[in-house]
């Protein structure tokens, strides 16, 4: 271990903005690792809603990773931190939607729920060439009765809604 490390630790610890995106960064990493293990580890294809509920986690993890550079400062950490808190409840409102599709409370898009449709030749060879996929309207795995896109829903309340009580404490203005 390096010799400077527990101050670095101690330095850390004491600027919470720094935490906070470094705290945001890590749950997003950790998100879409699940997401791609559940997809190349277990064969569990995503939907195409699956595929938009990643675009907020991968656009927290970046805005993060930047925001945790030297060069930005407390007030602006809070303002990201804001605008993932937004990302995040955006994305509970989409997993939502992809949640009642698979409850078959509402339709979902009509290239994701398998309606009747006329097809020519050609694009049935096509959809034989391509790797697997899911519809929207089917639950892929489920855990104790709540699928993926549920606890996805159940995730992003809880990272928006922490976002949003750490941008109103005082640590901003301190850091």
Known sequence: MCPDTPLLLATMAQNKSFLTMALIAAAS??????????????????????WGQRAPYALALVFAAISMTNAVDAATRRQVALMCAALFLFNAAFAFYHVGVEQKWWLGPTECVGRPQAFSTADLMSALTQTGRTGCDEVAFSL????????????Q????????????????SRA
């Not at 950790?30 to 699956?50: E, R, S, V």
């Not at 104790?144 to 995730?155: D, Q, R």
Request: glycine content about 12%; proline content about 2%.
């Open 29 to 50: 990493a950790i998100a879409l690792g699940l997401a791609y293990t559940a997809q190349y580890g277990f064969a569990l294809w995503p939907c195409n809603l699956c």
């Open 157 to 172: 309340l809880i990272l928006g809604a922490g976002l949003i009580w750490a941008s109103r404490r005082d640590w901003w």
């Open 144 to 155: 104790f009765g709540i699928s993926m896109a549920g606890y996805n829903v159940i995730a």
